[in-house]
């Protein structure tokens, strides 16, 4: 099973602020990996999908990359509506699995 | 658009089975989408439970091994949903309860999902 290590658990941030999201794959998934971000009472909302491009009707604010195993989610000039629960998730192999989600807070 | 729809009882006695029903809208439950099941136990992140899509005449299914075979998703041409059960439940099982759909235009990343339900299990 691939395990998904998402870093910071905790991110303190304000509004206007960039947010820098990590997260790393035990082994590999190649590119088919995504981000949701997930507000309580909400279903979660798929932001990034295959590392880097943007599912539809995400602002250009939330950018996706990787680098090998390593995946980034920047979120630029935050928003009040940003702050949040981001998992990241793999879609390379089966059992497909979550990260255990950072917190973006206020 | 699409739209989806979890139903079920909300309460479960511990060793029964929990039942789940997706309810699908705005597109066919038949073709190359995979419609999975999500969950979140309080205060936990997410757990990607299974998923099955209807292609042709087959129904092609992935489960999470971490539930032990007690997973079955099954689908409903006739009433374009799709379902969850859950055998012998216990205490951990109780979880909010996501229905979601991957779609070939989302590259099969689950792009469309229901509001989600919440399972308690207790006697």
């Known amino acids: 099973e691939i395990e998904l290590t998402q870093s910071p658990v905790t991110l303190s941030l304000s509004p206007g602020e960039r947010a820098t999201l990590s997260c790393r794959a035990s082994q590999t998934v190649s590119g088919y990996l995504a981000w949701y971000q997930h507000r309580p009472g909400q279903a979660p909302r798929l932001l990034i999908y295959d590392a880097s491009y943007r599912a539809t009707g995400v602002p250009a604010r939330f950018s996706g990359n990787r680098s090998g195993a390593d995946f980034t989610l920047t979120i630029s000039d935050l928003e009040p509506e940003d702050f949040a629960i981001y998992y990241c998730?793999?879609?390379?192999?089966?059992?497909?699995?979550f990260g255990q989600g950072t917190k973006l807070e206020i | 658009q699409v739209q989806l729809q979890e139903s079920g009882p909300r309460l479960v006695k511990p060793s029964e089975s929990l039942s789940l029903s997706c309810v699908v809208s705005?597109?066919?439950?038949?073709?190359?989408?995979?419609w999975s099941w999500v969950r979140q136990a309080p205060e936990k992140g997410l757990e990607w439970i299974g998923e099955?899509?209807?292609?042709?005449?087959?129904?092609?299914?992935n489960y999470n091994p971490s539930l032990n075979s007690r997973v079955t998703i099954s689908i409903d041409k006739a009433k374009n949903q799709f379902s969850l059960k859950l055998d012998s439940v216990t205490a951990a099982d109780t979880a909010i309860y996501y229905c979601?759909?991957?779609?070939?235009?989302?590259?099969?990343?689950?792009?469309?999902w229901g509001s989600g339900t919440t399972v308690s299990v207790s006697s």
């Open positions: 998730h793999q879609r390379h192999t089966w059992p497909l699995s």
């Open positions: 099955i899509s209807h292609t042709g005449s087959t129904n092609y299914t």
């Open positions: 705005g597109a066919s439950i038949i073709g190359s989408t995979w």
């Open positions: 979601a759909g991957g779609r070939p235009s989302g590259k099969f990343y689950m792009d469309v």
